[in-house]
């Protein structure tokens, strides 16, 4: 499976936990206009000031059309990390790489340093896409 996608079911699974995320999956041939608006948002973002609200992620997979939207409060990303343990999961078959590995290096304060603005941002060769952005 690749890894635009996996990261896309990660944070689905963790938002479908609990009532006061947003998640939406749609069907769509061509993502760019929403990935565009998504972008415009996230960077007028990028520079301000203050703690970020909401985790966002937006995945395109290319291979059945399916855009996954998903808006997570920082409470519910606070509290499925200290619930998680990612080293239980093999998430990508690569057990010192890939995205388990990037799971288990990263912490949420070292996001929330980022600021708010785009974390992330991948296009992969076969046209899968993913963008990551605090709000």
């Avoid at 936990?17 to 069907?27: D, F, G, K, N």
């Avoid at 301000?48 to 939207?69: F, K």
């Amino acid at each position: 499976m690749r890894r635009a996608r996996q990261l896309g079911l990660v944070v689905a699974a963790l938002s479908l936990s609990e009532a006061a995320c947003l998640v939406q999956i749609t069907h769509v041939a061509d993502p760019r206009p929403i990935f565009s608006a998504a972008r415009v948002e996230a960077e007028r973002l990028t520079g301000r000031p203050g703690r970020a609200r909401e985790l966002n992620v937006l995945v395109w997979n290319r291979d059945d059309g399916e855009l996954v939207r998903v808006s997570l409060p920082m409470w519910i990303v606070r509290k499925a990390e200290r619930r998680i343990d990612w080293r239980d999961h093999d998430w990508d078959g690569e057990s010192n790489g890939g995205l388990g590995g990037a799971l288990r290096r990263v912490r949420l304060e070292d996001i929330e340093k980022a600021g708010l603005g785009i974390l992330a941002e991948v296009e992969e060769d076969g046209g899968d896409q993913v963008l990551v952005w605090l709000r």
